[in-house]
C-alpha cells in the first residue's frame, strides 16, 4: 500500500505541474471553446456565402467534380479539406472541423510569440483576450480562410524571430509557413513588411549567425522546393482572375461600388476599434456578432481601451523622459534635428500617400519611418528595457501594414480586421501590463502580479465575449434552408439533374445538388420582367430563392418554402 502510494505522488504531482503550466491551461481552454463553437456551427450551418466556394472547390480537389468551381480563390483550405472528401468524409462538417485545430495550433503560436516579450502569464492574458475578440469569434470554426492566414502568419514570424536570436535552425521553417499563410490567403503575403523590417532592425544578429552561408544555401535550395510546389497549385488556378486582382489591389483600380461591402472610408477600421474589444448588449441578432461593427461597444471595451492607452503613453513618456535625463548637449544636434524633421516629413507624406490610395508607397513609407525611428532613438541613448523595441515595431509595422492595405481597400467587412488582431492583441497586453506596473498595484492579501491581474481583466472578457456570442446566434442559419429545399427537390423530382435550376445563392444550391447552378440575383434588375426574361432565356426551370420577401415571378410559382427560402417551378405550358 505505502509502495502504491509513493507511486502515485509523482504522478500526481506531474499533473499538477503541468496544469499550472501556462501553455497546457491555454490548450484545454482554447480546445473546450473550439468543441463548443464547433457544436453551434454544425447546429446552424454555414454562416456566408464564400465556404460554399472552398467546399465546391474542394471537391473538385478531390476529383468528384467541378460544379461551382472558382479557380483564382486560395487553394489551402479547399485541398486539405479534400483530403478529407478522398477519404469518404464528404460533409460541411470537415471544414468547420479543419478550421477548428488550425485556430488551435494558431493560438499556441501566438502563445509562443508574445513569451518573446511577456512572461508567461501575460503571454496568456494575451491569447485569450485574442481569442476573445469580437471580429474573431463568430469565424473561429466557419470554414473561411482570414484566419488560417493569420495563423500561419504567426508562425513565420515566430521562427524567424527565434531563428535570428536563438537558434538558425528555425529559420528553415520561415519559408514554409510564409509560403502556406500564402497559400490559405494571399493577403498574408503582407507579413513580410514586419518580416522585413525586423530583419532590418536585427541586421547585426543576422550577420552573426553561425555557418550562415550554409543557412543561405539552405533556405535557396528550400525555396527552389516550395516555388515548384506553388507553381502546381498556382497552375491550377485561373491565372488571368487572379493577376487582375492582384493589379486592382496595388493600383487601387477596383472602385468597389456596387458591392454590398462597399465602404470607402480609410478610417472604417480606427472608428470600430472598441468594438473589436468588446460589444455589447448580450443579446441581439447573428449579424451583430458577425459585424461587430453593427454593435455597441460595451462598459469593458471602454474600460480596457482607457487602461490600454494609459499604459502605452506610461511606457513611451518612460521610455523618452529616460533618455532626456541622460541626454547630454552633443545628443542636441543638426544631425538629429534633421532626423527628426525627416522623419515628420515621412509622416506626412504617408497621409498624403494613404488618402490618396497609393498602397506601395503607403507601404514603403511605413517601414521607412519606423525604421529610421529605431534607428534614431537607439542612437539617442538605448536604455536596458528597449531591448524589446524592435518587436514593438514589427507588431507596430504589422498592424499598420493592413490597416493601410484594408483602409484603401474599397471593400470593408469586420472580419478583414482578423489579420490586424494578433498586433492589437500585442499592444493591448502591452498597455494593460505597464499600466498595472505604473502605478504599483499590489494586492498583497491576494499576491497578485501584473500578470495575474492580465489574466483576471483576459478571463472577464472570454467570459464576455462567450455570453454575447451564446446571445446573439440564432438556431439556424438561412443555408440550412437551403439544404432543406436541395434536399426536397432531390425527392420531388429524380430527373432534377437534367434540369436547369437557378437561385440567388449558387455556390451554396451547388453543393448541395453537385450540379451548376445558374446565378439569378433579382436585386440587380429593374424590375421584375426583366429578371423573369433573364431565367427565361437561361432557360432555368427551378428557381430557388433565399429573400425573405420573394418575389411574384410570372410563369413561374411557388411549390415549397422552407424558413425564408422558398422554391419556384417553372409553369407548363
Known amino acids: 500500500m505505502d509502495r502504491e502510494k509513493n507511486n502515485s505522488r509523482p504522478v500526481f504531482g506531474n499533473l499538477m505541474k503541468l496544469f499550472h503550466n501556462p501553455l497546457f491551461l491555454l490548450i484545454i481552454i482554447t480546445a473546450g471553446l473550439v468543441a463548443y463553437l464547433l457544436k453551434v456551427q454544425i447546429k446552424i450551418g454555414v454562416p456566408y456565402w464564400d465556404i460554399f466556394n472552398y467546399l465546391n472547390n474542394a471537391i473538385h480537389f478531390a476529383g468528384m467534380g467541378s460544379s461551382g468551381v472558382v479557380n483564382h480563390l486560395p487553394p489551402l483550405i479547399p485541398v486539405l479539406t479534400s483530403l478529407f472528401f478522398r477519404m469518404g468524409y464528404v460533409s460541411i462538417d470537415v471544414i468547420f472541423i479543419l478550421s477548428g485545430l488550425i485556430f488551435i495550433m494558431g493560438v499556441i503560436g501566438l502563445y509562443l510569440l508574445l513569451k518573446q516579450r511577456f512572461d508567461p502569464i501575460q503571454s496568456l492574458a494575451g491569447s485569450l483576450i485574442f481569442i476573445s475578440l469580437p471580429p474573431l469569434m463568430p469565424w473561429i470554426v466557419s470554414g473561411g480562410i482570414d484566419l488560417p492566414g493569420v495563423v500561419f502568419s504567426i508562425w513565420a514570424l515566430y521562427f524567424m524571430i527565434i531563428g535570428v536570436k536563438k537558434d538558425s535552425k528555425f529559420l528553415y521553417f520561415v519559408l514554409p509557413f510564409l509560403v502556406i499563410a500564402l497559400l490559405a490567403r494571399y493577403t498574408a503575403g503582407l507579413i513580410i513588411i514586419p518580416m522585413l523590417l525586423y530583419l532590418l532592425i536585427n541586421i547585426k544578429h543576422v550577420k552573426n549567425i553561425p555557418n550562415m552561408k550554409k543557412v543561405v544555401l539552405g533556405l535557396i535550395m528550400e525555396f527552389g522546393v516550395l516555388l515548384t510546389i506553388s507553381t502546381y497549385f498556382i497552375m491550377k488556378l485561373d491565372i488571368s482572375a487572379l493577376s487582375g486582382l ?7 483600380s477596383s472602385s468597389g461600388i456596387g458591392d454590398v461591402a462597399y465602404n470607402p472610408n480609410h478610417l472604417y477600421y480606427l472608428q470600430n476599434l472598441l468594438n473589436y474589444i468588446s460589444v455589447g448588449p448580450f443579446q441581439g441578432t447573428y449579424q451583430q456578432i458577425l459585424n461587430p461593427s453593427q454593435g455597441f461597444p460595451s462598459i469593458l471595451s471602454y474600460l480596457i481601451a482607457i487602461i490600454t492607452i494609459l499604459g502605452i503613453s506610461f511606457y513611451i513618456f518612460r521610455c523618452l523622459s529616460s533618455r ?21 516629413g515621412l509622416i506626412t507624406a504617408l497621409i498624403i500617400s494613404f488618402y490618396n490610395k497609393s498602397l506601395i508607397l503607403s507601404e514603403l ?108 446566434t440564432p438556431q439556424k442559419t438561412f443555408t ?29 444550391v451547388t453543393w448541395y445538388l453537385h450540379k451548376d447552378t445558374v446565378g439569378a440575383y433579382p436585386q440587380f434588375y429593374n424590375n421584375t420582367d426583366v429578371f423573369i426574361d433573364y431565367l427565361q432565356k437561361n432557360g432555368v426551370y427551378y428557381y430557388i430563392d433565399s429573400s425573405k420577401s420573394h418575389p411574384d415571378l410570372k410563369g413561374y410559382h411557388i411549390i415549397k418554402t422552407f424558413g425564408v427560402v422558398a422554391i419556384y417551378e417553372k409553369k407548363s405550358t
Not at 552633443?330 to 522623419?343: E, G, P, Q, W
Not at 519611418?369 to 536604455?383: D, E, G, H, N
Open 324 to 344: 532626456i535625463e541622460k541626454v547630454d548637449s552633443s545628443v542636441i544636434n543638426l544631425t538629429n534635428i534633421t532626423k527628426i524633421i525627416l522623419i515628420l
Open 480 to 508: 440550412v434552408d437551403i439544404s432543406n429545399s436541395s434536399e426536397w427537390i432531390k425527392g420531388y423530382d429524380p430527373n432534377y439533374n437534367n434540369k436547369i435550376i437557378g437561385s440567388d445563392y449558387p455556390n451554396a
Open 365 to 472: 513609407f511605413l517601414v521607412t519611418i519606423l525604421y529610421l525611428s529605431y534607428r534614431f532613438l537607439t542612437s539617442v541613448r538605448l536604455k536596458k528595457s528597449d531591448k524589446n523595441l524592435d518587436l514593438d515595431l514589427m507588431f507596430l509595422s504589422w498592424f499598420g501594414a493592413y490597416l493601410i492595405f484594408h483602409g484603401i481597400l474599397p471593400f470593408k467587412v469586420d472580419r478583414y480586421f482578423i489579420t490586424m488582431a494578433p498586433a492589437f492583441t500585442y499592444f493591448i497586453i502591452l498597455g494593460l501590463s505597464q499600466f498595472i506596473k505604473e502605478i504599483k498595484l499590489n494586492i498583497k492579501y491576494l499576491n497578485l502580479k501584473s500578470g495575474g491581474i492580465c489574466l483576471i481583466i483576459a478571463l472577464v472578457c472570454l467570459s464576455s465575449a462567450t455570453a454575447t456570442y451564446i446571445g446573439h
Open 246 to 252: 492582384f493589379f486592382d489591389i496595388i493600383t487601387s
